[in-house]
């Protein structure tokens, strides 16, 4: 998993992964199809024989290559704990209205990512705390 | 006759010792002011070459991040065994930047770009850079399509590499197909070699042998075709900042060994001025007591 400022994993031998992907959903075991998909702002958990680790990352590609290697290119990703739950509650009210307010097209697109972003977050929190 | 002798030598004498004195004071001052020059030089080019080192350390961490990230990004492309369109439209990007100092950087980006714009003179260009723009808008002004600077003071963030890269996807003016990235990759901290990376269209990429495996949404093709861009434009601009920033401090440490040498001759000039002026006083002392 490649960040453009940090490799967070690199080579690891893992039996699952699930990704949050625009078309939904998915868990990529060992031999999965190739495939390529787009992650959405959300969880990824990776599941090793070592235990499992949940990051949730901002947004980017998953590929799956025919040599049962998955790549990840992403542009953030942090481990759960390391996310203020306050930070994101406040930053989603700000994102959202900015997102009532915005007056062109392109701020309004904007203000709507990052309303998704930090609707994610929380989620992925309060699954984390259930 | 002798007494005659002895006083025409001492008028004689002094006059010669005078204007040798007056050439020799003035050649002194000369050499004591280039030495305190030279000498001020030199700290500046040491203090830059610390400076230096210190980024290219950074610099370095960053590239190696940057370039596995990279090649992450790629790897499916190179699996996809894709080879390039008959009649592919390229465009030529060149990441240079906007500061000097660091030896043949930028003369060797734009001699690599001028040589594949020799060949292919329509190709669009886009430079990253003001030292790469000067430089190529001297032979081929026409075909610079977009000029980027404020890159390269410091490490270029990824925030940067995609603004970069959706300017020019997102300008319908500039079509192209395939876009050859030309940056300085970091060989050693002593040596940098310049080349590039070709990054292929999605439209490529799905005709290729080995993509058929790969299942995949229409959807994101279009994204996946931004991304793999943006992903490849940060890997050229961050090598390329690290080859930089480790040629600027060779370039330094040149300068500053250069200096010294300087100093050193230099100073032996003075110090045989000096001694020479202090031995033709001595002798017109000497002459002088001696005649009386």
Redesign the interface.
Known sequence: MALPHEIVLKNKEVNQVDLSAVSGDLGILADHVPTIEQLKPGVIDIMADTGAEKYFVSGGFAIMNPNSVLNINAIEAFKLEDIDAQAVASNLEESQRLASNAKDEITKEAAAIEVELYEALQTALSAKSK | MFARSAITTRTAVPALNAVGQTRNMATLKEIQNRLKSVTNISKITASMKMIASTKTTRAQR?MN??R??GQ??N??VK?SEVKKAENAKEILITASSDKGLCGGIHSSLSRYSRRYLNEHPDTPLVVIGDKGKVQLQRVYPQNIAYSFNQIGSTIP??DE?SGISSVILSDKAIEFDNAKLVYNQFVSAIAFETSEIENFPISQIVEAP?FK?????E??LE??NE?LFA?TM?WALVEGHAAEMAAKRTAMENATKNAGDMIQRLTLQYNRGRQTVITNELIEIITGASAL
């Open positions: 960053a991040v940057a596995q990230y992450v990004s790897d499916f699996q963030t990824f590499s080995n495996a790969y299942e995949v949404q959807e994101v994204n996946l991304f992903n940060h």
